[in-house]
């Protein structure tokens, strides 16, 4: 169960498309990253955005200053405590971002699509996630936007 008071820290493991750049499509008006909706709710106290990218995380943080960044999701589990976690890596990435999720306590995962590269990597994550009170959301819907 997420924490009671009104106030999340989230982070975005992964800046690519969905995680930041599709912020950056003059086309795009309404919010289509973890990134930007984030920072546009008003129950997130604190956002921190994870790549290995050291220039988009410049790019971040020039577009959302009050952003922390780090360069590996470890390095981010050392300094901070995670309410929610946005995973938008590669799909062979996500099994141990997810245990190593909940092994540092976060309560909410929304991940990209696919969940996994295999069907045993994926069911292997929903027992855990099942297992341990994880809420886990997949984010799907826009496959058709």
């Known amino acids: ?26 086309k795009r008006k309404e919010t289509y990253t973890h990134l930007s ?6 129950m997130i106290s604190s956002i921190i955005a994870v790549d290995t990218n050291k220039e988009v995380l410049l790019e971040v943080q020039n577009k959302f200053p009050m952003t922390k960044t780090y360069e590996s999701a470890e390095q981010m589990f050392c300094n901070e405590s995670i309410d929610i976690l946005s995973i938008a890596t590669s799909a062979n990435q996500r099994e141990y971002l997810i245990n190593l999720a909940i092994e540092n306590n976060v309560k909410a995962i929304f ?35």
């Open 1 to 26: 169960m997420l924490k009671n008071s009104n106030l999340y820290t989230a982070a975005v493991i992964g800046c690519g498309r969905a995680g930041f750049s599709y912020d950056f499509d003059p």
């Open 37 to 42: 909706a984030y920072n546009k709710s008003s």
């Open 111 to 145: 991940s990209e699509k696919p969940l996994s590269v295999t069907y045993k990597s994926a069911i292997n994550i929903l027992n855990l996630c099942k297992s341990k009170n994880v809420h886990l959301a997949i984010n799907h819907f826009r496959r058709w936007d």
